[in-house]
């Protein structure tokens, strides 16, 4: 399995039979080594309503006929544009073909804003993914401040690979992402959400190295993990 950062929250993971993307915001992406039309997905994983995690959904999902799993109300709403949906809520797992997905809680908003029209549309509650495919567990946390039962999620999942929100702002920040890693036990860490927009500037090898035992690793866009 090779999973990939494309910077602010896109990850992608390619498994043996099946190529998954979470929160695929391409367009507008300032980071971004993707193009929305070149992107394959068999599905769309993703943590909330905000445009800069649906992103490209739409247009990705409707030429790949991809499976998009969402949390309910979110996925109501793009069923309603046409999507072939997955809905589910925090606490609940799944298994598909792909693998286990399980929703987290996170601590944010969740909402799609129509720019044309002013209009802001509730998505429900926000969630952190947890993704096991191939005997690894990876923890995508969404946008989320630090809350402290991410201890509990440390303690009931083995969690090889975890991005984790840095940018401050809208989200954790450095210092308290550090505490989430702590609490998450997860054996390698990568920041995301980061230096996409200026309000979000950070550095991620200082937070990397920040955390204990090596466990921190900066993707660059376009850069891999691979795990055999
Ligand atoms: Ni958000
Ligand atoms: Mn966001």
Redesign the pocket.
């Known amino acids: 399995m090779k999973v990939t950062y494309h910077g602010h929250?896109v990850v992608t993971v390619e498994t043996g039979n099946h190529q998954l993307i979470f929160d695929p915001f391409i367009t507008g992406n300032s980071l971004t080594d993707l193009k929305p039309e070149e992107v394959k997905a068999d599905v769309i994983l993703l943590t909330h309503g905000?445009n800069?995690?649906v992103g490209d959904t739409v247009e990705i999902a409707k030429r790949n006929h991809s499976l998009v799993v969402a949390p309910n109300e979110l996925a109501v709403y793009l069923g309603w544009k046409g999507l072939n949906v997955h809905p589910m809520h925090i606490g609940g797992s799944h298994q598909f073909d792909f693998g286990q997905v399980k929703l987290t809680q996170a601590f944010h908003g969740s909402a799609y804003t129509e720019e044309d029209s002013q209009k802001i549309v509730y998505t429900g509650m926000p969630a952190g993914i947890l993704l096991t495919v191939e005997g690894r567990t990876i923890f995508h946390a969404g946008?989320t401040g630090l809350f402290s039962d991410m201890k509990l999620i440390g303690e009931l999942n083995h969690i090889d690979l975890a991005f984790l929100p840095i940018g401050d702002n809208?989200t954790m920040g450095p210092e308290d992402a550090k505490l989430a890693a702590e609490w998450l036990r997860a054996k390698q860490v990568v920041p995301v959400?980061y230096s996409t927009f200026p309000v979000i500037e950070q550095d991620p090898h200082a937070f990397a190295d920040s955390l204990p035992g090596g466990v921190g690793k900066v993707l660059e866009v376009g850069e891999s993990i691979e795990f055999k």
């Open positions: 929250s905000h800069d995690h946008d809208f959400h």
